[in-house]
């Protein structure tokens, strides 16, 4: 029996004329700076921007080439409000904490 086969290039989708455009009713703040830790445990950051809600908060570790070895180390947030933030390190460093505050509300 001969197999029939349908021609792919003879269908083809249709779009409507008329496109809607997406609309995004969101508004976002970021807000980015840096802890100095001195061979301490502990840090605070406040927020220079005025959040409505608790932002979306992200830590990056960066060593100044001290003599303490800040590759083992962890650094965790905790304390979140819409003013600031602390953040405690598992050990005393010398580093720097850099902070990225993200506010997306929609």
């Known amino acids: 029996m001969p197999v029939l086969r349908k021609n792919q ?3 083809r989708k249709v779009y409507p ?3 809607k455009q997406a609309t995004f009713d969101t508004s976002s703040q970021i807000e980015a700076g ?3 830790i001195d061979d301490d445990t502990d840090g ?3 927020f220079k921007k005025a959040f409505k809600e608790i932002p979306a908060v992200t830590i990056t570790v960066h060593d100044n080439g001290s003599a303490s ?3 083992n180390v962890v650094a965790t947030i ?3 409000t819409i003013t600031g933030f602390k ?3 598992s050990a005393n460093i010398t ?3 850099f902070i990225q505050a993200i506010e997306v509300t929609v």
Do not use: P, W
């Open 9 to 11: 290039n003879r269908f």
């Open 69 to 71: 070895d800040s590759n």
């Open 78 to 80: 905790y304390d979140l």
């Open 44 to 46: 605070e950051y406040t």
């Open 34 to 36: 840096k802890i100095i």
């Open 95 to 97: 580093a720097e904490v």
């Open 87 to 89: 953040v405690r390190c």
């Open 17 to 19: 004329g008329v496109r």
